[in-house]
Protein backbone atom coordinates (compact mmCIF):
# COMPACT_ATOMS: atom_id res chain seq x y z
CA UNK A 1 0.00 0.00 0.00
CA UNK A 2 1.05 4.01 -0.89
CA UNK A 3 2.04 4.88 2.25
CA UNK A 4 3.49 9.03 2.83
CA UNK A 5 6.15 9.48 5.76
CA UNK A 6 6.86 12.82 7.78
CA UNK A 7 8.76 13.58 11.37
CA UNK A 8 6.04 13.29 13.69
CA UNK A 9 7.33 17.22 14.97
CA UNK A 10 10.19 20.20 14.03
CA UNK A 11 10.63 22.82 16.17
CA UNK A 12 12.13 26.60 15.60
CA UNK A 13 12.16 29.90 16.69
CA UNK A 14 10.30 32.84 15.38
CA UNK A 15 11.72 34.13 12.45
CA UNK A 16 13.21 30.94 10.99
CA UNK A 17 13.64 28.51 8.64
CA UNK A 18 11.17 25.46 9.30
CA UNK A 19 11.34 22.44 6.90
CA UNK A 20 8.89 19.44 6.92
CA UNK A 21 9.58 16.34 5.03
CA UNK A 22 7.43 13.93 3.08
CA UNK A 23 8.57 10.76 1.90
CA UNK A 24 6.97 8.57 -0.66
CA UNK A 25 7.71 6.07 -3.44
CA UNK A 26 5.25 7.23 -6.03
CA UNK A 27 6.15 10.71 -5.40
CA UNK A 28 8.30 11.12 -8.33
CA UNK A 29 5.33 10.41 -10.46
CA UNK A 30 2.38 11.73 -8.29
CA UNK A 31 2.06 15.71 -6.72
CA UNK A 32 2.04 16.43 -3.37
CA UNK A 33 -0.45 18.78 -1.70
CA UNK A 34 -0.14 20.47 1.67
CA UNK A 35 -2.30 21.25 4.35
CA UNK A 36 -2.23 23.55 7.94
CA UNK A 37 -4.39 22.08 10.81
CA UNK A 38 -5.11 24.18 13.65
CA UNK A 39 -6.54 23.35 17.15
CA UNK A 40 -10.08 22.52 16.73
CA UNK A 41 -10.68 23.82 12.79
CA UNK A 42 -10.33 22.06 9.33
CA UNK A 43 -7.52 21.50 7.56
CA UNK A 44 -6.92 24.44 5.38
CA UNK A 45 -4.87 23.88 1.76
CA UNK A 46 -1.30 26.01 1.70
CA UNK A 47 0.96 23.94 -1.06
CA UNK A 48 -0.77 21.91 -4.43
CA UNK A 49 0.84 20.40 -7.01
CA UNK A 50 4.30 20.08 -4.86
CA UNK A 51 5.06 23.69 -5.64
CA UNK A 52 2.13 26.31 -6.06
CA UNK A 53 0.81 28.29 -3.31
CA UNK A 54 -3.42 28.64 -3.62
CA UNK A 55 -4.19 33.13 -2.98
CA UNK A 56 -4.51 34.03 -0.02
CA UNK A 57 -1.19 31.92 1.86
CA UNK A 58 1.43 34.10 2.46
CA UNK A 59 4.62 33.71 0.41
CA UNK A 60 6.65 32.24 3.20
CA UNK A 61 4.94 29.17 2.82
CA UNK A 62 6.46 27.29 -0.14
CA UNK A 63 7.43 23.86 -1.79
CA UNK A 64 9.61 21.76 -3.40
CA UNK A 65 10.15 18.11 -4.53
CA UNK A 66 13.42 15.75 -5.21
CA UNK A 67 12.90 12.24 -6.06
CA UNK A 68 11.04 10.61 -3.39
CA UNK A 69 10.78 13.93 -1.16
CA UNK A 70 8.69 16.85 -1.03
CA UNK A 71 9.30 19.50 1.38
CA UNK A 72 7.30 22.31 2.94
CA UNK A 73 9.39 25.62 3.86
CA UNK A 74 8.62 28.10 5.64
CA UNK A 75 10.40 31.05 6.26
CA UNK A 76 10.70 33.30 8.42
CA UNK A 77 8.64 31.54 10.93
CA UNK A 78 5.91 33.41 12.99
CA UNK A 79 3.98 32.46 15.95
CA UNK A 80 0.61 31.98 13.92
CA UNK A 81 2.40 29.03 12.07
CA UNK A 82 2.27 26.87 14.83
CA UNK A 83 -0.19 23.90 13.71
CA UNK A 84 -0.12 20.32 12.34
CA UNK A 85 0.73 19.99 8.80
CA UNK A 86 -0.15 17.10 6.43
CA UNK A 87 1.66 16.03 3.16
CA UNK A 88 -1.21 14.26 0.89
CA UNK A 89 -1.41 12.33 -2.37
CA UNK A 90 -2.82 9.94 -4.25
CA UNK A 91 -2.43 6.63 -5.66
CA UNK A 92 -1.35 6.01 -9.86
CA UNK A 93 -5.05 5.28 -10.61
CA UNK A 94 -6.29 8.12 -8.50
CA UNK A 95 -8.41 5.52 -6.94
CA UNK A 96 -6.73 6.40 -2.90
CA UNK A 97 -6.12 9.65 -1.67
CA UNK A 98 -3.49 9.06 0.94
CA UNK A 99 -1.91 11.59 3.96
CA UNK A 100 1.05 11.48 5.63
CA UNK A 101 0.65 10.91 9.23
CA UNK A 102 1.55 14.52 10.54
CA UNK A 103 3.77 16.70 11.75
CA UNK A 104 3.57 18.95 14.87
CA UNK A 105 5.51 22.60 14.26
CA UNK A 106 6.23 23.80 16.91
CA UNK A 107 7.33 27.38 17.55
CA UNK A 108 9.60 28.14 20.65
CA UNK B 1 -19.50 31.72 -0.76
CA UNK B 2 -19.08 27.35 -0.67
CA UNK B 3 -20.05 25.99 2.31
CA UNK B 4 -20.29 22.58 3.50
CA UNK B 5 -21.66 21.60 6.89
CA UNK B 6 -21.61 17.99 8.17
CA UNK B 7 -24.59 16.90 10.38
CA UNK B 8 -25.31 13.10 11.96
CA UNK B 9 -22.84 12.31 14.17
CA UNK B 10 -23.29 10.98 17.42
CA UNK B 11 -22.76 8.33 19.84
CA UNK B 12 -23.43 4.71 18.21
CA UNK B 13 -22.91 1.54 19.55
CA UNK B 14 -20.69 -0.84 18.23
CA UNK B 15 -21.62 -3.02 15.22
CA UNK B 16 -25.17 -0.23 14.52
CA UNK B 17 -25.02 1.49 11.72
CA UNK B 18 -25.28 5.38 11.45
CA UNK B 19 -25.40 8.19 8.31
CA UNK B 20 -23.33 11.57 8.24
CA UNK B 21 -24.70 14.03 5.53
CA UNK B 22 -22.69 17.07 4.45
CA UNK B 23 -25.27 19.86 3.24
CA UNK B 24 -23.11 21.83 0.03
CA UNK B 25 -23.90 25.34 -1.12
CA UNK B 26 -22.34 28.02 -3.19
CA UNK B 27 -21.19 25.86 -5.61
CA UNK B 28 -22.75 23.55 -8.26
CA UNK B 29 -22.54 20.52 -6.14
CA UNK B 30 -23.44 17.46 -9.25
CA UNK B 31 -19.75 19.11 -11.18
CA UNK B 32 -18.22 18.33 -8.21
CA UNK B 33 -16.18 15.15 -7.02
CA UNK B 34 -16.55 14.69 -3.24
CA UNK B 35 -14.58 12.93 -0.45
CA UNK B 36 -14.92 11.97 3.25
CA UNK B 37 -11.70 12.83 5.43
CA UNK B 38 -12.31 11.09 8.59
CA UNK B 39 -9.67 12.39 12.42
CA UNK B 40 -9.19 10.05 15.12
CA UNK B 41 -9.29 12.09 18.41
CA UNK B 42 -5.47 12.83 18.51
CA UNK B 43 -4.40 11.33 15.69
CA UNK B 44 -3.82 12.53 11.57
CA UNK B 45 -5.86 12.79 9.07
CA UNK B 46 -7.24 9.46 7.33
CA UNK B 47 -8.90 9.51 3.84
CA UNK B 48 -12.45 7.65 3.73
CA UNK B 49 -14.14 7.60 0.38
CA UNK B 50 -14.35 9.48 -2.67
CA UNK B 51 -17.63 10.30 -4.85
CA UNK B 52 -16.24 11.26 -8.30
CA UNK B 53 -17.71 14.18 -10.04
CA UNK B 54 -20.60 12.54 -12.28
CA UNK B 55 -21.31 10.22 -9.55
CA UNK B 56 -20.12 7.06 -11.48
CA UNK B 57 -17.75 6.04 -9.88
CA UNK B 58 -16.76 5.17 -5.40
CA UNK B 59 -13.50 4.44 -4.03
CA UNK B 60 -13.29 3.48 -0.70
CA UNK B 61 -10.36 2.95 2.12
CA UNK B 62 -9.35 -0.35 3.20
CA UNK B 63 -10.53 -0.22 6.13
CA UNK B 64 -14.08 0.63 5.80
CA UNK B 65 -14.72 -1.10 2.37
CA UNK B 66 -17.81 -3.25 2.06
CA UNK B 67 -18.64 -1.70 5.84
CA UNK B 68 -19.47 2.44 4.49
CA UNK B 69 -21.25 3.61 1.32
CA UNK B 70 -20.54 7.38 0.07
CA UNK B 71 -23.71 8.83 -2.04
CA UNK B 72 -25.23 12.01 -3.00
CA UNK B 73 -29.00 13.77 -3.73
CA UNK B 74 -28.24 16.06 -6.21
CA UNK B 75 -31.68 17.68 -5.67
CA UNK B 76 -30.73 18.25 -2.24
CA UNK B 77 -27.12 19.25 -2.60
CA UNK B 78 -26.25 16.58 -0.34
CA UNK B 79 -23.49 14.24 0.64
CA UNK B 80 -23.65 11.09 2.33
CA UNK B 81 -21.74 8.87 4.34
CA UNK B 82 -23.83 5.30 5.42
CA UNK B 83 -21.36 3.75 7.89
CA UNK B 84 -22.42 0.18 9.20
CA UNK B 85 -21.09 -2.78 11.52
CA UNK B 86 -19.41 0.40 13.21
CA UNK B 87 -15.96 -0.48 15.65
CA UNK B 88 -14.55 1.67 18.32
CA UNK B 89 -11.79 2.51 15.55
CA UNK B 90 -14.41 3.98 13.57
CA UNK B 91 -14.43 6.79 16.44
CA UNK B 92 -13.44 9.72 14.33
CA UNK B 93 -14.41 13.62 13.65
CA UNK B 94 -15.88 12.93 9.93
CA UNK B 95 -15.21 15.61 7.22
CA UNK B 96 -16.64 16.26 4.04
CA UNK B 97 -13.95 17.99 0.73
CA UNK B 98 -14.44 19.12 -1.79
CA UNK B 99 -12.04 18.03 -4.89
CA UNK B 100 -10.42 20.82 -7.15
CA UNK B 101 -12.17 20.65 -10.10
CA UNK B 102 -10.51 20.33 -13.46
CA UNK B 103 -10.97 20.63 -16.97
CA UNK B 104 -13.13 18.65 -18.72
CA UNK B 105 -11.81 15.38 -20.25
CA UNK B 106 -8.46 16.18 -18.05
CA UNK B 107 -7.25 13.56 -15.26
CA UNK B 108 -8.43 14.19 -11.41
CA UNK B 109 -6.76 15.77 -9.29
CA UNK B 110 -7.12 14.30 -5.81
CA UNK B 111 -6.69 17.18 -3.50
CA UNK B 112 -9.23 19.21 -1.64
CA UNK B 113 -9.71 23.29 -1.46
CA UNK B 114 -12.66 23.07 0.66
CA UNK B 115 -13.30 21.30 3.53
CA UNK B 116 -16.42 21.09 6.37
CA UNK B 117 -15.99 21.80 10.48
CA UNK B 118 -16.75 18.29 10.66
CA UNK B 119 -19.11 15.74 12.55
CA UNK B 120 -17.68 13.93 15.75
CA UNK B 121 -18.90 9.92 15.69
CA UNK B 122 -18.40 8.33 18.83
CA UNK B 123 -18.81 4.32 18.46
CA UNK B 124 -19.42 2.98 22.40
CA UNK B 125 -20.67 0.32 24.18
Known amino acids: SYELTQPPSVSVSPGQTARITCSGDALPKQYAYWYQQKPGQAPMLVIY???ERPSGIPERFSGSSSGTIVTLTISGVQAEDEADYYCQSADSSETRVVFGGGTKLTVL | QVQLVESGGGVVQPGRSLRLSCAASGFTFSSYAMHWVRQAPGKGLEWVALLSHDGSNKYYADSVKGRFTISRDTSKNTLYLQMSSLRAEDTAVYYCAREVPVPVGASPRRYFDYWGQGTLVTVSS
Open chain 1, 49 to 51: KDT
